[in-house]
């Protein structure tokens, strides 16, 4: 079924994106022609890049086995992601509270892109989906950037959450429901009222859509109201044709059905965020009734693993949210980072320590915060700590075992931990690299004049202009 596309429709779609980001920034696309593999090929990519040093989006054209272009690592840059919001990385969480803040109720249109086709019944066949393979550990080819929307029963308040998912039958896809959040809780709602939960699964909507979805709010508050928030404006929603699930009306690929609450299948193992292959699922079944689609869709990929892009999408929201609330009870607190090295369970806080135990206190506050932490790391302010050498070189000089370290137990943990007891609980360790107040030496450092005169030769070179004998770059 074809649907005309209404002129007044604000750019919410992945297409706007991808145009004008290419546009202002040809350098950091890295566009593929030919023939690459959908069986890990768009992860190794990714992983090469990185060995380099980079994490450029990627627009693959030719994908054997699938019907359609892929674009991946959206999410792997934090400059890209500071793009979104106008700012740069220093900026980042600042600009991600204010617009959060901005949240607006979506605006409901008759039609949108997503219903240019309309698949139902027996013509359902989810083999004709562009998915990927994205580890060789996986069980099959997965969705990835899957978002599934679920709406309370009584108010119509919708959650918006990330759930990997494989396909079962032509119809059904076996998904987790892992972190056991909000849509866990309206999933049980709908096992009381004794009917299955409809959802609406959302693969491939705006980057900052997708962004919205990974977002810490209460069970009242509805994601697609952050969505609006941080795009500026109403999200424009259409109505899924059987259940009335409001979603995004420019999207790529829109899934909608039930999840039964009594019914369970093999799901994973899946290579999730640890960097490890993860078969720990909730095992449920997402029973597909009715496909929206573009003609044309875009898969947008998210790649799996302990990817940049992986880790960014999930915690950016999470840090801006965390660093808020540590500047507001610590002014000191100058900095927080959360490093790809560590996942998502490290935490790297830096501070002007007006008086000691302060650092104590960051971290308990940290570690009480946020469920996904099991270290944080303490450091004084002239530390740099995007920069995990800087940081364990404070560890070094700093850190006395007997004295700086703080250990918590029998905390909820995460459930993909690999490391977690089988109840899903965890210890958290703080370690305090600040100096204190009874530290004995001046660091090191070297003239600001010095570094720009350096900066200057090591130019030169560069461009030709001076090569001192045995020297070149």
């Not at 509805?222 to 424009?236: S, V, W």
């Not at 949210?321 to 369970?345: D, I, N, Q």
């Not at 501070?351 to 135990?357: A, D």
Request: with cysteine.
């Amino acid at each position: 079924m074809l649907k005309k596309i209404d002129p007044g429709f604000h750019p919410q779609d992945v297409r706007h994106f991808l145009e004008n980001y290419t546009a202002a920034c040809p350098e950091d696309v890295v566009r593929i022609g030919a023939p690459v593999s959908d069986d890990q090929d768009a992860t190794a990519l990714i992983w090469a890049l990185a060995g380099q040093g980079r994490q450029p989006m990627l627009r693959l054209d030719n994908v054997t086995g699938l019907n359609a272009p892929v674009v991946c690592n959206v999410f792997g840059s934090r400059r890209r992601i500071a793009h979104l919001f106008d700012t740069d990385e220093s900026g980042l969480h600042e600009a991600y509270q204010t617009r959060s803040r901005a949240a607006t109720t979506p605006k409901e249109v008759a039609f949108g892109p997503v219903l240019e086709e309309v698949v139902t019944g027996v013509d359902i066949d989810l083999e004709t989906l562009p998915m990927l393979k994205h580890f060789e550990t996986d069980r099959q080819k997965y969705i990835t950037s899957g978002i599934i929307i679920g709406e309370h029963p009584e108010t119509g308040v919708g959650n918006l959450s990330y759930h990997r998912a494989m396909i079962h039958t032509p119809n059904q896809l076996a998904t987790s429901l892992h972190s056991r959040g909000h849509l866990w809780r309206l999933l049980n709602l709908s096992k009381e009222l004794g009917r299955p939960m409809p959802v609406a699964m959302v693969i491939g909507g705006h980057p900052l859509f997708m962004l919205a979805a990974s977002a810490r709010v209460a069970f009242e508050e509805d994601e697609r109201d952050i969505a609006g928030g941080l795009m500026g404006a109403p999200l424009e929603v259409v109505r899924t044709p059987a259940y009335g699930i409001r979603v995004p009306a420019q999207a790529e690929i829109v899934l909608e059905g039930v999840i039964e609450h009594d019914a369970f299948v093999e799901e994973g193992p899946f290579g999730e965020f640890t960097g490890y292959s993860s078969d720990r699922s909730t095992n449920n079944l997402f029973t597909v009734e009715t496909i929206l689609r573009r003609s044309q869709p875009i898969l947008v990929s998210v790649a799996g693993g302990n990817s940049a892009e992986h880790l960014n999408l999930g915690r950016i929201p999470r840090e801006a949210e965390m660093v808020e609330k540590l500047k507001a009870r610590f002014p000191s607190v100058t900095a927080v980072h959360y490093p790809s090295s560590g996942t998502h369970f490290h935490a790297y806080v830096a501070m002007n320590q007006s008086r000691e135990g302060e650092a104590r206190q960051v971290m308990l506050g940290l570690m009480g915060w946020d469920q996904y932490l099991k270290n944080v790391i303490v450091v004084d302010a002239d530390v740099d700590i995007t920069r995990d050498e800087e940081v364990l070189w404070a560890v070094s000089a700093h850190f006395q075992p007997h004295r700086d370290v703080v250990i918590v137990e029998g905390l909820p943990g995460n459930a993909l931990d690999p490391s977690a007891s089988g109840i899903g609980t965890t210890s958290r360790m703080g370690l305090d690299a600040t100096r204190g107040p009874d530290f004995h030496g001046t660091r090191a450092l070297i003239s600001e004049a010095a570094q720009a005169r350096a900066a200057a030769l090591l130019q030169g070179l560069r461009q030709g202009k001076s090569t001192p004998t045995g020297a070149g770059l």
